[in-house]
């Protein structure tokens, strides 16, 4: 069953923690990007990675850092940097990215809470 | 840079009359455009998507979408709204050459039975 998936559905992290939030795909897309979404802000760009072993800051890449060893794989780190990490994130992946217009499949997020 | 404006908080309907959902946009060059749509504590679906060519899109659960570049906009259709369009709608566009992808804020979509 193809898909993109994401993994803890619900996170929680003490403050100064850093958390990693898993996202795998196998649909052989080159593309793959984060998005964090909060209440009434829609969807805020952190990272994309157009190709293995290469990746963009977003627009709000503070905080964040990411890894692209695997093609199927796009881990986000959220780091103690950050200095409010409460959101829903969002993981996709395209075949192509936007640059040609090809759509981006979502996963089901993950809602991270601070405690 | 590219950007959307969807200017309306929440637009409700009663169900089997028509949705509009409006979104307009802003880039230097040609844009593609897409809708999506998110149901609460879901990921985003694809809806449908501007490329190139016939300005009327047609896409999932009966949604149509108008590319009109004289007004940038392209704004999310449906002639019979159901009580299960009942969701949140994200209007997003990418420009050529820049693979970043923009979002609207989104529009909270209510159909009424």
């Known amino acids: 069953d193809g898909g993109i998936t994401q993994s803890p559905k619900y996170l929680f992290r003490k403050e100064g923690q850093n958390v990693t939030l898993s996202c795998e795909q196998n649909l052989n897309h080159d593309a793959m990007y984060w998005y964090r979404q909060d209440p009434g802000q829609g969807l805020r760009l952190i990272y994309y990675?157009?190709?293995?072993?290469?990746?963009q800051k977003g627009d709000i890449a503070e905080g964040y850092s990411v890894s692209r060893e695997k093609k199927e794989s796009f881990p986000l780190t959220v780091t103690s940097a950050q200095k409010n990490p409460t959101a829903f994130y969002l993981c996709a992946s395209s075949l192509e990215g936007a640059l040609l217009g090809t759509e981006a499949f979502f996963g089901q997020g993950t809602r991270l809470t601070v405690v | 840079a590219q950007s959307v404006a969807q200017p309306e908080d929440q637009v409700n309907v009663a169900e089997g009359n028509p949705l509009t959902v409006k979104c307009t946009y802003s880039?230097?060059?040609?844009?593609?455009l897409f809708w999506y749509v998110q149901y609460p504590n879901r990921g985003l679906q694809f809806l449908l998507k501007y490329i190139t060519g016939d300005n009327l899109v047609k896409g999932s659960y009966g949604f149509e979408a108008e590319f009109n570049k004289s007004q940038t906009s392209f704004h999310l259709k449906k002639p019979s709204a159901l009580v299960s369009d009942s969701a949140l709608y994200f209007c997003?566009?990418?420009?050529?050459?820049?693979?970043?992808?923009?979002f609207g804020k989104g529009n909270q979509v209510v159909v009424i039975p």
């Open positions: 990675s157009q190709i293995v072993n290469d990746f």
């Open positions: 997003a566009v990418a420009l050529y050459g820049n693979n970043r992808l923009a």
């Open positions: 880039v230097s060059g040609n844009p593609y």
